[in-house]
């Protein structure tokens, strides 16, 4: 029996004392030597502990080699123990986890300044500083982060493969090549709305059937210019290109009003809850609630040309406009001023999105000019983005994924691709180049797995790029009728 915690040296078997002889005793002289323990087994981690030995004995499952072998002479064989094994070859192909244990618990022959004398575990005193904590970094660290010795020794994760072509085509045509205007829009009970030439077409994601909801040039002489459907997915937001914005009830193929505040074609829009915000070629924003008889309730200028990308952060609390004056707006629910402007991009900034898991955390795409995704923290106080990935092409749309951590961009001239980036490391997953023309146009599926894209090559590719979300998408109820 070994005491205190210490291992047995590799080299020779451990020399038994008097107090270990099987030698035949009398009672009164076994009650002479008996030692009262307690039933706790408590380690030695001191500097002198001999790791390198004790990491030895392990076999490449992990269990331990110190079981009975062929008995050696001397005194080990004399009184019927086993001496260990003879220290084995290194294991050239080891487990990652051999590799991590190995990596972070046994100090190497060069890294002697890595210290072993930290306790397991250890209780803070109300005297001791959390910047005395964290220069605590023994090798029994309880942090999840590794050393970079260890990293670089570990295996690289597989990186995923991706389909290179759509799982889905549909022909588009009529679908207009403008840089400037939303064409395309998915609702929550799996409808794609789609603007072609002057008309406005369901295809439904169950039944793959298509239905024609209306077609403006019949009745006045207007095109819709701009699509959006309700966070319900019971109505459909139409902004035209004499400045006028429709609300239809998409079931019944019935328009239920028109309103009226823009002085310019109205090229994008947004809901949040029951509250639809546009943006126009008139440079202006305007805020409606459909409940209300007066549904115009605040209108916003910041920008000096079109506004051609919108989109509402997920906590419903901020907006992000881009426009053709190549500025990034960030505004609050309850404020007509711009809370911060980004004037980084160098063109037209159409594409924002808000990532879905950190609420401050924006993603905007420049133009042919700019060719750049810039990650922005709005919480921060800084006005420079936080990361930059410079495409070297048109960015038309940008998309975070609800499922994993990554981030997707559509593109024009001149790659014509679809790409997708990690987050946060944003290195490209893959490229997707099955379109043959600028892809403008980008929705998600309401299991947030399937993109489908537009492009001006008037075709409708769908993607399966990432998994399916266990839990439903959110959806509202306006509570009043829409008048």
Request: hydrophobic fraction near 35%.
């Amino acid at each position: 029996m070994l005491t205190g915690g210490q291992l047995f040296h590799m080299d020779s078997p451990p020399q038994l004392s008097a107090a270990y002889s099987y030698a035949a005793r009398s009672p009164e002289q076994e009650n002479e030597n008996v030692c009262e323990y307690g039933d706790r087994y408590i380690p030695s981690r001191g500097a002198n502990s001999d790791w390198g030995s004790r990491f030895a004995l392990l076999d490449s499952l992990g269990r331990s080699n110190s079981g009975c072998g062929v008995a050696s002479s001397g005194a080990g064989a004399e009184h019927g123990l086993c001496t260990p094994p003879p220290r084995r070859r290194e294991v050239q192909d080891e487990s990652p986890y051999l590799q991590l244990l190995k990596g972070e618990l046994i100090s190497g022959e060069k890294d002697a300044t890595r210290s072993v004398e930290r306790n397991l575990f250890s209780y803070n005193t109300p005297g001791r500083s959390s910047e005395h904590c964290a220069a605590d970094n023994g090798v029994f660290s309880l942090s999840p982060h590794l050393r970079a010795a260890t990293e670089n020794t570990m295996p690289c994760p597989k990186q995923r493969k991706l389909e290179q072509q759509p799982i889905r085509v549909l022909d588009a045509p009529g679908l207009k090549d403008d840089f400037y205007l939303k064409l395309l829009d998915w609702s929550c009970k799996n409808v794609l709305a789609v603007i072609l030439d002057d008309s406005v077409y369901f295809w439904s994601g169950t039944t793959k059937t298509v239905d024609k909801l209306c077609s403006l040039s019949e009745v006045s002489c207007v095109s819709p210019t701009s699509i959006s459907w309700s966070n319900n997915g019971a109505h459909v937001a139409l902004g035209t290109s004499n400045g006028e914005v429709q609300i239809w009830d998409a079931e019944n193929s019935k328009r239920l009003r028109t309103m009226t505040g823009h002085q310019g074609r109205v090229g994008t829009s947004v809901w949040n809850r029951w509250c639809l915000t546009t943006g126009s070629r008139d440079a202006s924003i305007v805020n409606w609630d459909v409940r209300q008889p007066a549904a115009l309730t605040s209108r916003n200028r910041a920008h000096k040309l079109e506004v051609c990308g919108l989109s509402w952060s997920c906590d419903e609390q901020h907006l992000a406009s881009g426009g053709n004056d190549n500025k990034l707006c960030i505004w609050s629910l309850h404020s007509n001023k711009p809370v911060a402007e980004f004037c980084q991009h160098k063109a037209a900034v159409r594409a924002v999105a808000w990532s879905p898991d950190r609420r401050s955390v924006l993603a905007s795409g420049g133009g042919t000019a700019d060719g750049c995704i810039r990650i922005w923290n709005t919480s921060s106080a800084k006005q420079e983005p936080e990361a930059c990935i410079e495409t070297q092409t048109q960015v038309c749309a940008v998309m975070w994924s609800r499922t994993s951590k990554e981030l997707v961009s559509t593109h024009g001239y001149s790659s014509n691709a679809i790409n997708v980036w990690a987050y946060p490391s944003l290195s490209k997953v893959a490229s997707l180049k099955a379109h043959t023309c600028r892809v403008l146009h980008l929705a998600m599926s309401p299991d947030c797995a399937t993109l489908v894209s537009g492009a001006a090559d008037n075709t409708l590719r769908f993607w399966k790029i990432f998994p399916e979300a266990k839990v439903a998408s959110k959806s509202y109820s306006f509570g009043h009728t829409i008048r």
